[in-house]
């Protein structure tokens, strides 16, 4: 076994056993870390966490001689940093924390950036990583309990935003990935019209007593549209190739990692394919990738600027 191999079954492995340890010995609360875990579809939950990793493992294999998966000390480092860094502002941004004001709730989740970032400064590896420790240690730390299958979903995300590397031609690369997000995107707003009665089945309000009661706002339904209009102007009229390039691979993994989250709870929870895409998808990834078009630039900006002053 060669030493990229090695590593990167390594990293990915330790993925897998945290939310294996979390889901199947550590599922109660500690403290202020809540690893609470629906024991009823616990095995189901870490078949999908396993599919998760699988997935990334499979691009691996297929894009193995690529120096995108060079995974070091350096690399391990950025994951610890990462993922500690996307839990605090997870928490701290958590849907009981900013909410926006309107019919049913639409948590804000600002950290979402840092995964993006940390998968298109430091590698698909290191997103994948960043990604699905932090916002399950995150959500441990906001107290709701776990859904292992949406943190993995936040590792995908983290993983698709590094996937650039694997490209000679940047910009055509983003053209196609334009392309892509945007069917998608439009395709999942369609469906919110068709289905605009269907409730909001990330909605939390403890104080009144309501869970995924109430239908999501126009603004939520179309918050992904929104999304894409912010990121095509990035794309097109900033003059940086680094931050389009960071902004639009980060909204496809903010498209795919969020698609694989809600579409598994359509054998979890049971839910109808408008449940799991106007009724979780889109509350989540809308207002995402509105963040990922305004603060992914800023993050790129700034490691530049870092990298500039200490002369790498």
Avoid: C, H
């Amino acid at each position: 076994m060669d030493k990229k191999l090695t590593n990167v079954v390594l990293s990915l492995g330790v993925v897998l056993v945290i939310f294996a340890a979390v889901i199947f010995l550590l599922s109660r609360n500690f403290g202020i870390l809540n690893f609470e875990v629906d024991q009823a579809t616990a095995v189901l939950r870490f078949v999908f966490v396993v599919i998760g990793v699988l997935i990334a493992f499979a691009v691996y294999l297929f894009t193995r001689e690529n120096k995108a998966w060079e995974v070091g000390t350096r690399e391990v480092v950025w994951m610890a940093i990462g993922a500690a860094l996307y839990a605090v502002f997870s928490f701290l941004f958590n849907g009981t924390v900013f909410v926006v004001p309107s019919l049913s709730q639409v948590a804000l989740r600002p950290a979402i950036a840092i995964p993006m970032f940390f998968g298109y400064a430091f590698g698909p590896v290191v997103g994948f990583f960043t990604g699905a420790v932090g916002n399950m240690f995150g959500d441990a730390l906001t107290g709701f309990g776990l859904s292992p299958q949406w943190s993995i979903g936040n590792g995908l995300i983290g993983f698709v935003s590094g996937l650039w590397m694997l490209f000679r031609d940047r910009k055509q690369s983003m053209n196609t990935v334009l392309w892509v997000s945007g069917v998608l995107a439009v395709l999942a707003a369609l469906l919110y019209f068709m289905n605009r009665s269907q409730a909001n089945m990330l909605f939390f309000d403890p104080a009144n007593n309501i869970f995924g009661d109430a239908p999501i706002t126009l603004f939520a339904g179309i918050s992904i549209l929104i999304g894409l209009v912010l990121v095509l102007a990035v794309r097109f009229f900033f003059k940086n190739e680094d931050v389009a390039a960071a902004v639009t691979w980060g909204m496809l993994g903010n498209i795919i990692g969020l698609l694989f989250a809600s579409l598994s709870d359509i054998w979890i929870n049971g839910f109808s394919l408008a449940a799991a895409i106007v009724g979780e998808f889109l509350p989540s990834a809308g207002p995402n990738l509105i963040f990922a078009a305004i603060l992914v630039p800023l993050l790129v900006l700034a490691y530049a600027a870092v990298r500039r002053q200490s002369g790498r």
